[in-house]
C-alpha cells in the first residue's frame, strides 16, 4: 500500500515533503517544490467569492481576471482551485448557479491551458435530507464533470462525546456519499483530491480547534491520519490528501510542524512511497468488463533482451497506431514479429484494440513504465502506445473501434489524472511514416 497524504501551505515554510502532492495557498513566483504536483488556491474573502458565484457564467469571468494576474506569475503550479467553500449549498439555486460558474470557469482556464480544480466543497456538504442532498449535488455535479479534478474537505473528531464525532461518510467521507449520486445520475466526476482534512473541531461545534486540542500528541494524530490513508486505499477516485497546514497563520491549533511534518513523511515512507494513482490495467478492467484482457505477461518475449523502465511521469502524449495488417492479427502474432522480425525486447505497443466478431477487445499489453519501441526517440521516451489492430489506409474504423478507441483515451486520461494529448505515429518527431492510415487518423482531435 502508497500513501495519499500530502501537504497544505497556508503560507510558504520551507518544509521537505516525501508526497507527490502539494496545496499551496497564493504560490509564490519561485517554484520551490520541483518535482511535485501543486495545487494553487488564489485566496479571496469567501463572502466575495460566494458573491460571485451566485453570479454563475458572468461571476466565473470576474473570478478568472481577478486570478489571472496570479496565473501567470506561476506558470509552474499544476493546477487552481475554484472558490473555497462555495456556499450556501443548500439553496439549490445557488447550486445550479455554482455549475453554471463552474462550466464557465472551466472554458476559461483549458482555453489558457490551465488545469482546474472545482467544488472544493467543505465537509459535510451539501446537506440536507436524502433527497435534498442527492438533488444539490447532482446540480453541482454538472458542474464538476467539466473539471480537471474534483475536491471535497474531510474532517473527523474521535473519542468525542457528540453524536457527529467519528471518522465516518457523514464528515470524513462525504466524497462517498457524493460520488453515488453522481453516479445515480450519469454523471462522471473527474479524479478526486482532498485539499483539505485532517481533526477539525467544527464537526462537533468547536471550530477553529484541530489535533492540538483533540490529539494526545502529534504520534496520536498521526495514527488518526494513517487510519484515514488506509481508508483512501479503498477509492482509486482519490488521488491525493493535503493535511490542513503548515505554516498556520491564525489555524495554529491545526499545525503541521517540522516534527510532524517528518513523523508524517515517515508513515509515507514506510507505506511504500506517495500513491501514484490506480493501475491502468485496472481501470481498464472496470470500463471494459469482458471485453478487456491484461496479456502483458503472457506475450512472446527475447530470451536476453529486456525494455527499460521509465517513470510514469514521464509519460506526456498517447501516440496511435496501426498494424497495417488484417483487423484478425492477434497480438500474440504482433509481439511474435516484433521480437523476431524486428529484434525487439518484446511487443513495442501498450493497449491494443482488436475487432473480434461483432465487438472490439481491448488488451493491455505492456506494463505502461515501459520504454517499448514504437516511435523513435521522443515517442518511446513520452509515449503511451496504443494500437488498432487493422489497415487503416484503406478501412474504415468500425463503430465498435471507435467506440472502444474514444473509451480508452478516456481511461488513459482518468489513470495519469489529466488529458493526454493524442497523436499519430507520423506525427511524432523522429518518425517517417503514414501510421496510423488516414482514416484511423482522422479520429484525432485538432
Not at 32 to 40: A, H, M, N
Not at 217 to 226: I, S, T
Request: some cysteine; overall charge negative.
Amino acid at each position: 500500500m502508497t500513501s495519499k497524504l500530502a501537504l497544505h501551505l497556508q503560507a510558504h515554510v520551507n518544509l521537505p515533503t516525501a508526497a507527490a502532492w502539494i496545496k499551496i495557498i497564493d504560490p509564490p513566483a519561485e517554484n520551490r517544490w520541483p518535482g511535485l504536483r501543486v495545487v494553487g488556491r488564489v485566496y479571496m474573502p469567501d463572502n466575495d467569492s460566494n458573491a460571485l458565484v451566485a453570479r454563475g457564467a458572468a461571476g466565473a469571468d470576474e473570478w478568472f481576471r481577478f486570478c489571472q494576474p496570479s496565473y501567470a506569475r506561476c506558470p509552474w503550479v499544476f493546477a487552481w482551485e475554484a472558490p473555497n467553500e462555495p456556499q450556501p449549498v443548500a439553496d439549490l439555486a445557488f447550486c445550479h448557479q455554482l455549475s453554471a460558474f463552474t462550466i464557465r470557469l472551466a472554458e476559461l482556464m483549458h482555453g489558457a491551458g490551465l488545469r482546474i480544480v472545482g467544488g472544493n466543497l467543505s465537509e459535510g456538504n451539501p446537506g440536507g435530507n436524502e433527497a435534498e442532498r442527492r438533488e444539490r449535488f447532482q446540480a453541482i455535479a454538472r458542474g464538476l464533470a467539466s473539471c480537471d479534478y474534483w475536491s471535497q474537505h474531510c474532517y473527523w473528531v474521535l473519542d468525542y462525546p457528540h453524536p457527529e464525532a467519528g471518522m465516518n461518510e457523514w464528515h470524513a467521507f462525504r466524497y462517498r456519499m457524493n460520488e453515488r449520486y453522481a453516479a445515480e445520475a450519469g454523471i462522471r466526476l473527474p479524479p478526486l483530491l482532498i485539499t483539505e482534512c485532517g481533526v477539525d473541531g467544527g464537526v462537533v461545534g468547536r471550530p477553529k480547534r484541530g489535533w492540538r486540542t483533540f490529539c494526545r500528541d502529534r504520534a496520536h494524530y498521526v495514527e488518526q491520519l494513517a487510519a484515514f490513508d488506509a481508508e483512501l486505499a479503498n477509492d482509486p477516485s482519490v488521488l491525493a490528501a493535503t493535511v490542513f497546514t503548515a505554516g498556520p497563520m491564525g489555524w495554529e491549533d491545526f499545525e503541521v510542524d517540522g516534527e510532524l511534518n517528518a513523523m508524517i513523511n515517515q508513515h509515507i515512507a514506510a507505506s511504500g512511497g506517495p500513491y501514484s494513482g490506480a493501475s491502468l490495467s485496472s481501470l481498464l478492467a472496470t470500463e471494459f468488463g469482458e471485453q478487456f484482457e491484461d496479456l502483458s505477461g503472457l506475450l512472446p518475449r527475447h530470451a536476453t533482451l529486456r525494455y527499460d523502465i521509465r517513470p510514469l511521469s514521464d509519460i506526456d502524449r498517447v501516440v496511435l497506431h496501426h498494424t497495417e495488417a488484417s483487423n484478425s492479427v492477434t497480438w500474440q502474432a504482433v509481439a511474435q514479429y516484433h521480437v523476431t522480425g524486428n529484434g525487439w525486447p518484446g511487443i513495442g505497443y501498450h493497449i491494443g484494440i482488436r475487432h473480434y466478431g461483432s465487438r472490439a477487445v481491448v488488451s493491455l499489453l505492456n506494463d505502461p513504465r515501459t520504454r517499448s519501441y514504437h516511435a523513435h526517440t521522443v515517442g518511446n521516451d513520452h509515449g503511451l502506445a496504443v494500437c488498432v489492430a487493422g489497415q487503416f489506409d484503406r478501412d474504415l474504423p468500425t463503430a465498435e473501434e471507435r467506440d472502444a478507441l474514444r473509451r480508452v483515451v478516456a481511461v488513459i486520461e482518468r489513470w495519469r489524472g489529466w488529458a493526454l494529448p493524442v497523436v499519430g505515429h507520423g506525427s511524432v518527431p523522429g518518425n517517417s511514416t503514414d501510421c496510423p492510415g488516414q482514416h484511423l487518423r482522422a479520429l484525432i482531435p485538432a
